[in-house]
Every structure is written in structure tokens, then in C-alpha cells.
């Protein structure tokens, strides 16, 4: 450390800065103090030693003029022990001036990076404007062609389904529904039937002449065993006829001594000529020969 070259750095700071009296008279009387103990770094002096120096009554004046030099980063100060005085530090002014030029240098490197950063940036919003304009210039334009083709396609579409629509045939337009209806037995229900027999006839599953077959097998079951006859529109909305259809329907047996309608009642037979005499008042002959209903034998 050079004695003179500090005094002068120091003058020259005050120049710029501002420090009271006493604190720029303590800090010259420990730049002589460093100056005689050799520059060893620290140098021990206790408080009274630095008041007489400076001619100061009160310690809190030497006190404040210490903390405004470690305020003004031109000292370190160790506070010292029972038995051993406080320890001072002069921070060298060429000491100061590399960390400055230190300091100076990061700040000059951080406004570099903050400049290559923002010219980053700008490149960045650059491409992303290059990139927008190309998109509205070509993504857009293709992408509302496209819109407009599907509008147009859907309303295509749409015309084609309601002239379809209205194209569409009736409920009932199956030719062999009449055939099928002049079969059934039960003649109930024709609204249904037709809207069930549409149906199932345009569903492709079950051929009309199988529905019309089905028609003549249930009538000819119904006959043959008198059972109660289902509605028409259930006979193929319940699906009925599946056990009428032809390959699986049988023809049922007629029960042995089964009679119908009023053949079921049996015959007498009546003396005539009696029962006329007994109209006629024949007498006693005529009460003779009448049986009582009973018949001759």
C-alpha cells in the first residue's frame, strides 16, 4: 500500500462524496497508524488512544465517525475482547477501484446478455409475425375454402335427404299386405297391422310370402283347435308368426270324438201320431200310447 497514493485516492473520492470532519480526521489518523505499524492489515488500537489523537471528549463521538467509514465501506472493524483492544482494517483505494472495475465489468456483461436477450426476443417475434402473416395469407384462406365445401356439401346432403323424404313411399305400400290381411283370421286392428307388416317387410328380415304364409298357418290353427285368436298387429309386432313361418310351423291333430257347433246334442225320437191324437183329444187310446216323450222301443 502506498501512503501517499491512498491520500490522494481519498482526496479525490471526497470529491464526489461528502464525510464530516471528524470522520475524515479519524480515518487519516489510522491511515498513520497503519502506516506505522508496516501495513500489516489489521492494527489493534483501543478507543482512548484514538479520542486523544483526535482531541475528542465523548467515545459516542468516535463512535458515530467510526460507523460513518465502515458506512462508507473504507474500513473493517472487530469489535475486541476484556484484555484486548478493538481491531481496524483500511480498505485500500486500489483495492476499491478493482472491485469497482470488477463491478463495472458484470454490469457491462449483464447489459450485454440483456441486449443479446432482447435481440432474442425480437427475432422471436419476428418468426411468430412472419408465421402468423403466412398463415393468414395461406392457412386461413385454405381453411375457409374448406368450410365453405363442407357448408356446401351438408346443404347438399340436406337437399338430397328431404328429397328423399319426400319420395319416401307410404306406410303401407307392400303389395301382399291385402293377401295377408284376407288370410288372418281376426279383422281387427287394420291401421296397426299395416304399420307393423310395413315394418317388418321393409326390415328385409322375414320375405312377405312367409308373412302371408304365417297368416294362412294361424288361421288354419286357429280352426283346427278353436283357441282365441290374437290381434293382427300383435300377431307381428310380438313376433307370434315366428312359430308359424313355413318349415317350422305343424298342422295340429284333431282330437279323436271332438265335435263342433251344435252337433254336440242328441237326437230323440218322438211317437208323432200320438202326440197329434193327444192334441186332437183322442183319449184314453192316446194316453195309452204316449211315452211320455221317451220314444218306442
Known sequence: MNYLSEILAFEQWLETHYLPVP?????YKLMYLCNRSGWSGWMTVDNL????AMQMRREATLIKARD????????????????????????????????RSGAESVVKEKNTFRSEAESVVKEKNT?????????????????ENGAQKAAEGADIYKQ???????????LSPAETFCAFWEHFPNK???????????????SGEI????????????????????????????????????????GKYRKPD?????????????QREYDYEALEMQLLGGGAKGNENWTGGRGRE
Not at 281387427?188 to 321393409?202: F, G, H, K, S
Not at 278353436?226 to 313376433?239: Q, T, V
Request: hydrophobic share 35%.
Open 254 to 266: 284333431k282330437k279323436p270324438g271332438q265335435k263342433q257347433g251344435f252337433t254336440n246334442f242328441g
Open 127 to 143: 418468426f411468430k409475425n412472419a408465421v402468423q402473416n403466412r398463415v393468414q395469407k395461406e392457412a386461413y384462406p385454405a381453411a
Open 23 to 27: 470522520v475524515q480526521l479519524l480515518w
Open 188 to 202: 281387427q286392428r287394420r291401421c296397426l297391422a299395416e304399420q307393423a307388416y310395413c315394418r317388418l317387410a321393409a
Open 207 to 246: 320375405p312377405e310370402a312367409d308373412l302371408v304364409k304365417c297368416a294362412q298357418n294361424y288361421a288354419e290353427y286357429v280352426r283346427l283347435t278353436g283357441k282365441k285368436m290374437c290381434f293382427p298387429n300383435n300377431f307381428l309386432e310380438n313376433r307370434v308368426f315366428e312359430d308359424y313361418l313355413p
Open 160 to 170: 338430397n335427404r328431404n328429397g328423399n323424404e319426400t319420395k319416401t313411399p307410404p
Open 68 to 99: 460513518e467509514l465502515i458506512k462508507a465501506g473504507l474500513i473493517e472493524y472487530r469489535k475486541g475482547r476484556k484484555g484486548s483492544p478493538n481491531s481496524y482494517h483500511i480498505i485500500p483505494f486500489a483495492e476499491r477501484n478493482t472491485f
Open 49 to 52: 488512544r484514538l479520542m486523544a
